[in-house]
């Protein structure tokens, strides 16, 4: 738990993730792309969940989906159920090392890509397989760096 927020270190990455996450990927490896929106509510709430809570991970997911174009609702049950489930283990996550941090942002992650994954095949979507966890997995790679650097940043700025 970080001691002093900052708060222009938060409306950045959360604005960046935003953008990252509406980017144009190239085609043949979109599905690879990290849930970077995801990465964000987790470290939030995992470094302030007294400041980070999941009113304000549903309405980050309902900024997604209007991004996304993704029918309303889809994206903020995910980010507030991610927000949820890291304030109920924050204490004991605090404890871990970094390859168990990775792990639970895997966990994490690939549980909000499989409700996404089966609201959207409830509402007819044709897709079928397990491409949909790439995002968690390649999520819980670049999680090493994203703790690290904003970790920084806030200690710098905070």
Known sequence: MLSVISYPVFGFSIILSLVFSASLFPVDYFEF????????????TFRAPAQFGILLAWFLGLLLDVLE???LGVNALAMSLIAFLV???H????????PQQCLMVFLLLGINQMLVHFIKQTLGADNTGFEY???ALTGALVWPVVCVLLDNLNRKLG
Not at 33 to 44: H, I, N, Q
Not at 91 to 98: A, G
């Open 33 to 44: 792309r990290p849930e970077w929106l995801g990465l964000m509510v987790f470290y939030w």
């Open 69 to 71: 174009a993704t029918p």
């Open 87 to 89: 304030l109920t283990v």
């Open 91 to 98: 204490q004991r996550l605090r404890m871990f090392p970094m």
């Open 133 to 135: 966890l790439w995002p």
